[in-house]
């Protein structure tokens, strides 16, 4: 089963507020674990970048200028994805920007039942506690140490060991084996025979045995008899 971990940073929180993206980070998934693919584009947004968006992923205009706009790089993006389900924190967010940047290029947006959102995952399986990335991370132990800005690369790894701890844990990659050779050895069924043995009772075994019974107060079996 193939997956796509999908993370973006924008200039700011609404592309009805005329925000864009400024990066895109994907991984691919099969069977819920990374493959070693991946899609990753800085995006000139045709706009400046605000000095808030700049604390929180370290992008700069100028840094983004250099870079293709989102026409340029949308058909790599769609081909990465295909039609396969889209892994993302807060998947509102990151869809509404998606569809507005696939809108303005006329081209057909992402039907919001792609989407697994593992905040509202987080939000079922915990809930009342932080469901944020960086809090996931801290439930799940997952090291947080390369994350001093948030990228969107980056961030997609992340959320692939989340996810991962979000459907049950590192035990579900034992799910990956299709096959399992199995070492059958047969061992075959040998049967041992002894002759019959026959212990005779010595006629002093007999008296010696009749002398014990009739020290036996009122036993069980001489009522027995008695009634016969």
């Keep these: 089963m193939r997956e796509i971990i999908l993370d973006t940073e924008t200039t700011g929180l609404s592309p009805a507020q005329g925000h864009r993206i400024i990066e895109i980070g994907c991984i691919e998934l099969f069977n819920h674990l990374p493959t070693g693919k991946f899609f990753h584009a800085y995006i000139n947004p045709e706009r400046d970048v605000p000095e808030i968006s700049t604390k929180i992923t370290g992008l700069t205009t100028e840094f983004l200028k250099p870079h293709p706009i989102f026409e340029k790089i949308v058909h790599d993006f769609l081909s ?16 509404a920007f998606l569809n507005a940047e696939l809108g303005r290029v006329n081209l057909p947006v992402l039907p919001k039942s792609r989407a697994i959102d593992t905040l509202y995952m987080a939000r079922q399986k915990f809930p009342g506690s932080p469901a944020s990335l960086d809090a996931l ?3 799940f132990n997952v090291d947080l140490s390369k994350r001093d800005k948030h990228g969107a690369l980056l961030d997609s790894e992340l ?37 019959v043995r026959v212990f005779e009772v010595s006629e002093v075994e007999k008296s010696r045995h009749q002398e014990f019974l009739s020290q036996i107060k009122s036993p069980l079996w001489g009522k027995i008899l008695s009634k016969k």
């Design 80 to 95: 990465f994805i295909g039609d396969d389900p889209l892994v993302i924190h807060n998947a509102d967010f990151d869809m």
């Design 137 to 139: 991370c801290k439930r």
């Design 159 to 195: 959320l692939a060991q989340v996810y991962l701890e979000l459907l049950g844990g590192r035990q579900r990659s034992l799910e990956l084996i299709e096959t399992q050779e199995v070492t059958v050895i047969e061992i075959e069924e040998t049967k041992t025979t002894h002759p």
